[in-house]
């Protein structure tokens, strides 16, 4: 009895420490996170999953194979997902950095950060980063300066606010949904803040910390504006639903940065393509795992963006797309 009581406790002491080590869904490609092998290995770490990022990892492992390094034949691919807890994204980056993985690939601003924080040998190749520099990340764009590079999805707030203004003329006030916590939103809304000064548009900020502030945030700018707006912010990103069907019962009509939140309900964006900025990341992660200096690889801007629209979320509110933007933008709603 004796011998059996101290198998089971054995057995929940390994499952405890299993679960502490993975600290997140581990999910390369569905397979489960694997031991350092003779092959090289590359440590993926997410902040959170939602659709900009998750197209993101898939698009970067995508071109990782179209350049040689498939997972399980010539390279190890660890991926973890920190579900949006920043001790999470700690505990896996420290993870990655005592097994002495080859590369680190860090998706959005937190994991970059919290990668950079516990190597400055392993080269990290960021992606989704939108303010690189105000991030502390590195030194400049041209000449990162470390062991980390990467690409940026920098959005221009006055873009997106030049489309809203084609489409609803008539914005006097608009709310601002975004998290204090994510230095990449605050520069875009600081840009907003701007671009609205020089319009004479007031804004009216809805801050939030966590995803469970979202709905409250939302609700609280009803009655109170003329439209909202959000920039590649990970914590509304993650919640979309929550914005969507409290905006369009009040038909308001919602802009955002990303192409995946026009997907999940936004009305429309100017921004980036998400496939084509994970293509370039792991591009550039391919070029690191070929010997390539981070500290000499300068930052990849998306210099191009696209118009994305939400068709079915324009009928819902009552919004009419003006023919001239309907005629180049891409409909998400499909």
Excluded: W
């Amino acid at each position: 009895m004796k011998k059996r009581t101290v198998s089971v406790l054995l057995v929940m002491v390994l499952a405890v420490a299993a679960a502490f080590t993975g600290c997140g869904k581990d999910s390369s490609s569905g397979e489960k996170s694997k031991e350092k092998s003779d092959l090289p290995t590359i440590g993926i770490v997410q902040i959170v999953e939602h659709p900009s990022l998750d197209t993101i990892r898939e698009n970067i492992i995508s071109q990782l194979k179209e350049e040689g390094f498939v997972d399980g034949k010539t390279v190890t691919i660890d991926y973890k997902n920190a579900q949006n807890d920043t001790n999470n994204l700690k505990t896996i980056c420290q993870s990655f950095a005592a097994n002495k993985y080859d590369l680190i690939i860090a998706i959005a601003t937190p994991s970059a950060q919290a990668a950079l924080g516990e190597t400055t040998d392993i080269p990290i190749v960021f992606s989704a980063v939108t303010d690189p520099v105000g991030a502390k990340l590195v030194n400049s764009l041209e000449k990162p300066g470390g062991n980390i590079t990467g690409t940026s999805d920098a959005v221009s707030a006055a873009k997106i606010m030049d489309l809203a203004l084609q489409v609803t003329p008539n914005i006097k006030k608009i709310g601002a949904i975004y998290s204090t916590g994510e230095i990449n939103s605050v520069s875009v809304i600081n840009e907003l803040k701007k671009y609205a000064k020089s319009k004479g548009i007031e804004v009216v900020d809805a801050t939030i910390m966590n995803s469970s502030e979202i709905q409250q945030a939302a609700q609280s700018l009803v009655n109170k504006v003329d439209a909202v707006f959000s920039p590649i912010d990970n914590t509304v990103a993650s919640a979309m639903p929550t914005i969507v069907d409290v905006l369009d019962k009040a038909k308001i009509p919602y802009y955002v940065a990303a192409d995946s939140m026009v997907a999940d309900g936004g009305l429309a964006t100017d921004g980036v393509n998400y496939v084509e900025l994970g293509k370039k990341t792991g591009s550039m992660a391919a070029k690191v795992l070929n010997g390539a200096d981070t500290a000499t690889m300068p930052v990849q801007i998306m210099s191009k963006t696209q118009i994305y629209i939400n068709k079915k979320t324009a009928d819902e509110i009552g919004v009419k797309i003006p023919a001239g933007i309907l005629h180049k933008a891409t409909d998400l709603s499909k």
